[in-house]
């Protein structure tokens, strides 16, 4: 079932992207040489009691069951993809692109944003690949209006992937988004327009390519958790959480 949203949830939902993309700015501002995922995860968590809120993602059970997630952010570096552990191992470096994935919750309602930074020296193809998927992104989020199609938000964001020489990647979507970080519908980032559900005023969902460099083929690694492509080459994520708000697009992850 497909929740729409009153106007009082939806104001929730402004404060709980607020918080969101405050805390991930900040911590993408953290991306440096020599600094670790283990840190970001941490400012993370000390931002959230400061501002009063709680992580989405911590205790989060796996979607096969069992396993619950360890941590507040993801923080996936070049060939990984999604879901990636803050360890303290897991050393930033020059070249390296870094996705970093975070969701709150405030006042019972939830927040998800995720975005890609590169640490310069950085290859072209990086610097593409990082550009295309935020294009992508916002190609996606035009085509979240009322009247439309689910469908040609997936549409939008796979041919403008596909047209730049990248993949979407298949085995997982945006979703709906609100008093629980995955509702219904599925949001794939590949399709056909003119399919799927009905988009209608005050819906709320989650937006996120995620586009591989090589093809869209992934794996989950044997901590249970860290996504990665299967031919090593790297992946980039951009998400946004958005409400269909007056028949257009109003983007809930952002400060101010
Ligand atoms: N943005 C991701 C998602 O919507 C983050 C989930 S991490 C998890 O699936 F730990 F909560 F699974
Ligand atoms: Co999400």
């Not at 995860?41 to 069992?66: M, T, V």
């Amino acid at each position: 079932m497909i929740v729409i949203k009153k106007e009082d949830e939806i104001e929730k939902m402004r404060e709980a992207g607020r918080i969101t993309a405050l805390i991930l700015r900040e911590v993408a501002e953290m991306v440096k040489p020599g600094v670790s995922a283990y840190e970001l995860n941490e400012h993370a968590e000390r931002r959230l009691e400061e501002l009063k809120a709680a992580p989405a993602f911590k205790n989060y059970p796996h979607p096969s069951g069992g396993k619950k997630y360890p941590a507040s952010l993801c923080v996936s570096v070049n060939e990984e993809v999604v879901h990636g552990l803050p360890t303290r191992e897991k050393v930033f470096r020059e070249g390296d692109i870094v996705s970093l994935d975070f969701g709150v919750i405030k006042d019972g309602y939830y927040g998800d944003s995720a975005l890609t930074v590169g640490i310069e020296p950085l290859s072209n193809r990086k610097r593409q690949l990082i550009k295309t998927t935020r294009e992508s992104l916002y190609q996606g989020i035009k085509k979240a209006v009322a009247g439309a199609r689910l469908g040609d938000i997936s549409h939008a964001v796979q041919t403008y992937v596909e047209r730049r020489g990248f993949s979407v990647v298949r085995d997982f979507a945006g979703h709906g988004i609100g008093t629980h970080l995955h509702e219904e519908p599925q949001v794939p980032n590949f399709g056909f327009p003119g399919r799927g559900p009905l988009l209608e005023e005050r819906m709320t969902i989650a937006i996120e390519p995620m586009v591989n460099m090589g093809n869209w083929r992934v794996r989950v690694k044997t901590d249970g958790w860290t996504v990665v492509t299967v031919d090593g080459l790297p992946s980039a994520h951009f998400e946004h959480t958005v409400v269909i708000r007056d028949g257009e697009a109003e983007i809930l992850t952002v400060v101010e």
